[in-house]
T-cell receptor, first 112, second 109 residues
Framework: EPEVTQTPSHQVTQMGQEVILRCVPI?????FYWYRQILGQKVEFLVSFYNNEISEKSEIFDDQFSVERPDGSNFTLKIRSTKLEDSAMYFC??????????FGPGTRLLVL | KNEVEQSPQNLTAQEGEFITINCSYS?????LHWLQQHPGGGIVSLFMLSSGKKKHGRLIATINIQEKHSSLHITASHPRDSAVYICAVEKTSYDKVIFGPGTSLSVIP
């Protein structure tokens, strides 16, 4: 069964460093998402992406965040200058028309 | 006030019991999702609903659009059903999804 994959599974970084989280959505999917979940809290929407552009973003998704679909398969989330409060699990998801979302396994980011 | 509320927050059940988890929301939606988050953190989509009722195995999801309410039922619960169940709503199709706080279910043998 096709699945969404994410790399790395864990990342530790120093405050102020840039990180890139990578996702490979399911191949025929059209809509792509990033979510985050701070430990012990609920899942939060970051951004949705369709037709090579952001379709909606949350107030969390400020200028420090960016997304890209550099080729036909990868979907990346970049955090330019990480803060302690960016420590969270980041989930990528994808979907096609009329169907539910498929989630990746997540990347656990720890900012020290 | 949270746009998506769930009850109960925590639930412990004996194996075999019938379980109901409730979700209420305060915004107009295009669809509602029920998700399962395993203890290891992974998220699996169980249902996407815009009206009526859906069934998959021992799981049943219903939605009442007029009352802005949805329920997830688990029949003949099993310890492997132990997980956090999350209700999430889509305000506009394919865009922002708002998540509820989750219901932590523990099924005891």
């Amino acid at each position: 069964e096709p699945e969404v994959t994410q790399t790395p599974s864990h990342q530790v970084t120093q405050m102020g460093q840039e990180v890139i989280l990578r996702c490979v959505p399911i191949s025929n999917h059209l809509y792509f998402y990033w979510y985050r979940q701070i430990l012990g809290q609920k899942v939060e929407f970051l951004v949705s992406f369709y037709n090579n552009e952001i379709s909606e973003k949350s107030e969390i998704f400020d200028d420090q965040f960016s997304v890209e679909r550099p080729d036909g398969s990868n979907f990346t989330l970049k955090i330019r200058s990480t803060k302690l409060e960016d420590s969270a699990m980041y989930f990528c998801a994808s979907r096609t028309t009329g169907e539910t979302q498929y989630f990746g396994p997540g990347t656990r980011l720890l900012v020290l | 006030k949270n746009e998506v509320e769930q009850s109960p927050q925590n639930l412990t059940a004996q194996e075999g019991e019938f379980i109901t988890i409730n979700c209420s929301y305060s915004v107009g939606i295009s669809a509602l999702h029920w998700l399962q988050q395993h203890p290891g953190g992974g998220i699996v989509s169980l249902f996407m609903l815009s009206s009526g009722k859906k069934k998959h195995g021992r799981l049943i999801a219903t939605i009442n659009i007029q009352e802005k309410h949805s329920s997830l039922h688990i029949t003949a619960s099993h310890p492997r059903d132990s997980a956090v169940y999350i209700c999430a709503v889509e305000k506009t199709s394919y865009d922002k999804v708002i998540f509820g706080p989750g219901t932590s279910l523990s099924v005891i043998p």
